[in-house]
């Protein structure tokens, strides 16, 4: 059993494999302590990964370096599967790197767009041939929403969840269809441009704000385990190498 801990922004996600098989998981958004060692004391796994793209607080440090499994931190310097083409892989959020590897193990051979919509939604191309391409990062839905609000003196501080008409009919569908249907026309906008240069390119689709945007689901690939997949990949991987 491998125990992947995923911490994001706004929460860690605590995810258990047997094998390439996630078994069970949990969100957390404070007591990450309390929750691994439940997870420790409940499944018994014999090794762990580890992301942090969150601020390393003292009881991240503290529980990380006390694990009483073998561990490896997943950076974007840590070997995976994909070949990397990223220029800067220092900088490269581990998360990115472990959600192109795992949408490229349910996917193989396939051109990909893999689309994180989180705090922040990221858009990272792994290619058919196995290569880490890149990828852009944005504002995330509850981002701009906030940003409207706090820098303009009147709007106020509308819910990405709500109706959302084509065109807004007052000023909190106005800025709801302002942000989530440009979110949805800024995916299928890079779907288009990259499409001529990567053939039969899919879009796939995970994060926390992923179903909230009202996407074609037939069209695209989803998986809401997809960066523990990933950072469950890179762990055989390196036990392997």
């Known amino acids: 059993m491998n125990l992947i801990i995923d911490i994001g922004n706004t929460c860690a996600k605590l995810t258990l494999f047997d094998g390439t098989t996630p078994v069970a998981a949990r969100r957390v958004e404070r007591g990450l302590e309390a929750a691994v060692a439940d997870a420790l004391s409940r499944y018994r796994p014999s090794r762990c990964a580890w992301s942090c793209v969150g601020a390393e607080t003292d009881e991240v440090r503290r529980t990380l370096t006390a694990l009483p499994v073998p561990a490896l931190h997943v950076t974007g310097l840590t070997p995976t599967p994909l070949r990397n083409a990223y220029r800067s892989p220092a900088t490269l959020g581990a998360d990115r790197l472990a959600a192109v ?23 990272d191309l792994v290619d058919a041939t196995g290569t880490y391409r890149g990828g852009n990062i944005s504002p995330g839905a509850d981002m701009r929403l906030t940003a409207m609000h706090e820098h303009t003196a009147h709007l106020p501080l509308a819910d990405a969840c709500g109706d959302t008409p084509d065109v807004g009919y007052d000023t909190l569908t106005a800025l709801r269809a302002g942000v989530m249907l440009g979110i949805r026309y800024e995916m299928e906008g890079y779907v288009r441009a990259l499409a001529g240069r990567y053939p039969g390119l899919r879009l796939f689709l995970t994060g926390g704000d992923s179903l909230r945007l009202e996407l074609p689901t037939e069209s695209i690939l989803t998986d809401e385990h997809l960066v523990a997949r990933g950072l469950n990949s890179i762990l055989l991987y390196n036990e392997n190498i």
Request: proline content about 4%; hydrophobic content about 45%; overall charge neutral.
């Open 101 to 123: 590897v795992g949408a490229a193990g349910l996917q193989p051979r396939t051109n990909l767009l893999v689309v994180d919509a989180g705090t922040c939604i990221t858009y």
